[in-house]
């Protein structure tokens, strides 16, 4: 053998070793890349997407004036209360609003969320979670464990079906488990489920040595949380109050002999009276009646006076 030439076992070596590092460059490249780090302060809300983990600010929310949510009085004073006491650093219960569609439970949240915010400025964001994404709330309340901003994880209509094990993890979230849910975090979930759970029972239920044990793993659920608030659909008189209230806040001229007949016959087509028709029977009519300002423009206006 020469004196130059590289020892058998090297000249092995190096085809081996360049295909080791091509596929490590490989894998690289189709690796997710690191979740980027948890920021609070680039908006007051934010919606959670767990692939890749990371929170999407929402500039501009989505919300109803506090004042413009008529029929919900109760609920309004109880789930104020609840989130100001979060807002300042003092203990507060996870919530569930539940019942009647178009109520207002999720725009009551919101608006709940900016009136925290005017009066503990900057001390409250709010984090949207899907539904489908509910099994990924563990992994959100960890990377928002410690955060220095105190946050309030929305979750709009919550409910599980019979073969659904996601309910069993928001439990143990709800819990808080080994680690304790984290004082900065509060859960609030709106459903149209008062117990989240379908009433009836799966066939291996039925067949249970006590099904009774299965029915209260279900109910327990919405034990958990510490509010429970219940809608229930508008009679006329608050299907009336929250016409009258959007009518006046976008000032249409129109009387209120006009307006109601027109809201009775509009609702009358959906078959229900509910904050969310009074708000389709309103747009309709703005448009008809050639108003054209836009909700955000208006609570700019209402703010500046």
């Known amino acids: 053998m020469s004196l130059s030439s590289p020892p058998a076992g090297e000249s092995e070596a190096g085809p081996l070793l360049d295909l080791l590092a091509r596929i490590a460059a490989a894998v690289e490249r189709i690796a997710p890349p690191p979740a980027a780090p948890i920021s609070l302060t680039a908006a007051d809300a934010f919606v959670w997407h767990p692939a890749p983990a990371r929170l999407a600010p929402v500039p501009d929310i989505a919300r109803v004036p506090m004042a413009l949510l008529q029929g919900v009085e109760r609920q309004r004073t109880i789930l104020s209360e609840n989130t100001l006491r979060f807002a300042a650093g003092l203990p507060a219960n996870n919530a569930m609003l539940w019942g009647a569609r178009g109520m207002g439970k999720s725009s009551l949240v919101k608006a709940v969320h900016q009136a925290a915010n005017e009066a503990y400025p900057g001390s409250l964001a709010l984090i949207e979670i899907h539904r489908e994404d509910i099994s990924t709330l563990p992994a959100l309340l960890n990377m928002l464990r410690g955060a220095a901003r105190r946050c309030l994880i929305l979750c709009d209509d919550l409910s599980f079906e019979r073969e ?8 143990s979230v709800l819990d808080g488990g080994i680690e304790g849910r984290p004082e900065s975090v509060l859960f609030y979930a709106t459903s149209n489920r008062r117990h989240l759970m379908p009433r009836d029972m799966s066939e291996n239920e039925r067949n249970a040595i006590n099904p009774n044990e299965a029915t209260e793993e279900k109910v327990s659920l919405s034990d958990r949380f510490g509010l429970w608030l219940g809608f229930y ?8 109050a929250m016409v009258d209230g959007y009518a006046d ?36 009519l703005r448009g008809r009646l050639g108003e054209q300002t836009r909700l955000d423009d208006k609570k700019r206006h209402v703010a500046s006076d």
């Open 233 to 240: 659909g508008a009679d006329q008189d608050a299907y009336f």
């Open 249 to 284: 806040f976008f000032t249409l001229p129109i009387s209120r002999a006009d307006l109601h007949a027109q809201a009775v016959e509009w609702s009358m087509t959906r078959g229900a009276r509910s904050g969310r028709v009074a708000w389709q029977f309103i747009q309709d």
């Open 164 to 171: 659904d094990a996601d309910y069993k993890a928001l439990k």
